[in-house]
């Protein structure tokens, strides 16, 4: 059963880099032809799309957040990653990890999740 | 402002039946791209609920359903249960912003 964890900080200051993993267990990153993407949730809030990649590394990201946002994977740890520069606190959020479904598109649907993370911006 | 358009909140007694409803334009749902449907009890990750505008995944009550109409999406719940209290949340993808785009969310209330 395929499972995804996120991983990283909880706590990352004003006008830093937040860095967050999601490491994947249950089935390999390079040999599954799926997106695999990034989600965040402000408290209180609904869910926001950041950006997804591709197991070959290509990527697509939201048109809101493009200019400070990177994704990359590492298929020798099964994982994939999430920079986020310059951030301030309205990046606070529970940040989840996702599969997309089917194979190959980027426009399917998230599944599964993981559990979620929370990153708070704070000096 | 989300680019999908859902109701902040709906109600219903139980055993009743309720209707989520999720607009969209002909750059999304419209652009004949899927809507997939979420239910997220506070707290807890997303589930999957509904994929490709009409399909439960395995193990989802055969209560939910989805259905697909020009711009916009809908999921109706049948026999509503204390349990289905929980906040609904749709999907899909735009095209002119090349994105995944998510409704803002419905917070189902069981009375």
């Known amino acids: 059963q395929l499972q995804l964890q996120e991983s990283g900080p909880g706590l990352v200051k004003p006008s830093e880099t937040l860095s967050l993993t999601c490491t994947v267990s249950?089935?390999?990153?390079?040999?599954?032809?799926?997106?695999w993407g990034w989600i965040r949730q402000p408290p209180g809030k609904g869910l926001e799309w950041i950006g997804s990649?591709?197991?070959?590394?290509?990527?697509y990201y939201s048109p809101f957040l493009k200019s400070r946002v990177s994704i990359f994977v590492d298929t020798s740890k099964n994982q994939f990653s999430l920079n986020l520069r310059f951030v301030t606190a309205a990046d606070t959020a529970v940040y989840y990890c996702?599969?997309?479904?089917?194979?190959?598109?980027?426009?399917?649907?998230?599944?599964?999740w993981g559990q979620g993370t929370l990153v708070t911006v704070s000096s | 402002q989300s680019v999908l358009t859902q109701p902040p909140s709906v109600s219903g007694a139980p055993g009743q039946r309720v209707t989520i409803s999720c607009t969209g334009s002909?750059?999304?749902?419209?652009?004949?791209?899927?809507v997939h449907w979420f239910q997220q009890v506070p707290g807890t990750a997303p589930k999957l609920l509904i994929y490709?505008?009409?399909n439960r995944p395995s193990g989802v009550p055969d209560r939910f359903s989805g259905s697909k109409s020009g711009t916009s999406a809908s999921l109706a719940i049948t026999g509503l249960q204390a349990e289905d209290e929980a906040d609904y949340y749709c999907q899909s993808y735009d095209i002119s912003l090349s994105a995944v785009v998510f409704g803002g969310g419905t917070k189902l209330t069981v009375l």
């Open positions: 996702a599969r997309h479904g089917p194979e190959g598109v980027v426009a399917g649907w998230l599944d599964p």
């Open positions: 002909s750059s999304n749902i419209g652009a004949t791209y899927d």
């Open positions: 249950g089935g390999s990153i390079s040999s599954s032809p799926y997106y």
């Open positions: 490709g505008s009409i």
């Open positions: 990649i591709y197991n070959s590394g290509r990527t």
